[in-house]
């Protein structure tokens, strides 16, 4: 038994020896009896103001790094790696990795979920497709092979149109297009090489936009839970403000249609024999103003931001661990104890998420650490005196906190106050009006980006 680890994150909140060695709550302690094996992003180590490990500052059998993970070399590099240690098992927790882990799988016969089994989760056309034949509503779309094509599509369903790419993630690539002038600017890129077909265009849903995570065991969904955001994903660059996400109340009339839908999409996704069985996943669904349930799409990984954090304190589950141990083939003791019944877990509380957005400029003060018992986590991604870029996506935070609450509305009153708090406490000051020389900034991302 030999585990391969393509990680395109910090380390700090991956410690993978002590997950699966078992040393985490619930779990049994016994040491993990092969290799452990580490295909990592530098880029992702330094750009979070972490050191980059050199070979005794880490626990692994074998650590490799790539600027990169998008380095075209790296899968040449990782079959080289499975074959050498005799890897049995594949891990992936970042988006853009799962496609390279299914194939290793594939290409040595392992265990885990296969090219053909991920590929539903990472295709947003195949998505919708394989969703609305199961009677899923989604929003009209089509994947443009050509600039007048996506002409075409926006003089039949109106402004604004979405524009995005078919296996992206954390809104990377996503525009909202407003009028024709606009998209004829983004067209004029999009397909200045020719044709292609790995853009999606698709009619804009009103609404807000909702949010359920859960994790699958042996094709089981053991625990689930909906949040609704409570700003536009899409505007990570302009949005000076704290964006707030929370979760539903028992009793909100939007918690079982959620839960339901999304029962539906696992359904259509994953067909008799899919090799996709153990994992999490995080899909975003539109409610709009006259109450119809609109899916967006749906990752088979668990949520970016600090989600893992907000689950852990609804269900006293770490969706991490959960699925690294799965993927590696290990026992899950805590799930196996909560749910002997063979009913999902019940929250224990709500919670939600608080966080704020990097926009470029010297880091001049940031926000004390709050001790707030209900405060669950806290995350600064930049230093005073750092000089930090613009946000480049939607999980690209300044700082990020995690809370609790018996209610929904207590937790929003909470989390709102806190955001408001950390705003006034933060300062960032342009380049151009401040006389302080440059500093090498690190852009730093958040420790959950995914």
């Not at 060695?21 to 016994?30: E, I, K, S, W």
């Not at 490990?53 to 600027?67: C, M, N, Q, R, V």
């Not at 302009?238 to 996400?245: F, L, Q, S, Y």
Request: hydrophobic share 45%.
């Amino acid at each position: 038994m030999s585990v391969l680890i393509l990680h395109r994150n910090p380390f700090a909140a991956f410690p993978y020896r002590q997950w699966l060695d078992g040393n985490a709550p619930g779990l049994d302690g016994r040491t993990y009896p092969g290799d452990i094996v580490v295909l990592a992003a530098r880029d992702k180590i330094e750009l979070a103001g972490e050191k980059t490990p050199g070979a005794a500052d880490h626990d692994f059998t074998h650590l490799e790094l790539f600027g990169t993970l998008d380095d075209e070399a790296v899968p040449a590099r990782a079959l080289a790696l499975a074959e050498e240690y005799r890897i049995t098992h594949v891990i992936a927790h970042h988006e853009a990795d799962v496609a390279l882990a299914a194939q290793l799988r594939e290409r040595l016969g392992l265990d885990g979920a296969w090219s053909a089994d991920i590929a539903p989760f990472r295709d947003k056309a195949l998505m919708k497709r394989l969703a609305r034949q199961a009677g899923i509503e989604v929003a009209p779309h089509t994947v443009p092979g050509t600039a007048r094509q996506a002409r075409d599509f926006a003089g039949l369903h109106g402004f604004p149109v979405v524009l995005k790419n078919r296996a992206g993630y954390n809104s990377i690539g996503l525009s909202i297009v407003a009028d024709r002038d606009e998209l004829e600017l983004r067209l004029a890129r999009a397909y200045r090489d020719g044709s292609r077909d790995d853009l999606l265009i698709e009619a804009y849903v009103p609404g807000r936009m909702c949010h359920v995570d859960g994790l699958v065991v042996q094709g089981r969904t053991v625990a689930a839970w909906p949040s609704q955001y409570q700003y536009d994903l899409a505007s990570f660059g302009a949005d000076p403000g704290p964006r707030v996400d929370l979760t539903l109340d028992v009793d909100d009339p939007l918690t079982p249609r959620l839960l339901a839908l999304i029962e539906q999409t696992l359904a259509a996704l994953k067909p008799e024999g899919s090799r996709l069985r153990t994992h999490a996943f995080h899909a975003e669904v539109f409610h709009t103003p006259d109450d119809r349930l609109v899916l967006c799409e749906i990752a088979g990984r668990s949520g970016g931001a600090k989600i893992r954090e907000v689950f852990e304190t609804l269900f006293g589950i770490q969706l991490a661990v959960q699925v690294t141990r799965a993927e590696a083939g290990l026992s899950l003791p805590v799930i196996e104890g909560a749910a002997g019944d063979g009913a999902p877990l019940r929250p224990r509380c709500m919670s939600g998420q608080v966080l704020t957005m990097k926009r470029p400029g010297l880091v001049r003060s940031l926000p004390a650490v709050p001790d707030e018992e209900w405060v669950k986590g806290f995350w600064l991604f930049a230093e005073e005196g750092q000089v930090i870029a613009p946000a480049a996506g939607s999980a690209d935070f300044l700082t990020a906190a995690v809370g609790s609450a018996p209610t929904r509305v207590e937790c929003e009153r909470r989390l709102r106050a806190l955001g408001a708090r950390v705003i006034a406490e933060t300062k960032i000051v342009a380049l151009s009006e401040d006389a302080t020389p440059a500093q090498p900034g690190n852009g730093a991302e958040p420790a959950e980006a995914s």
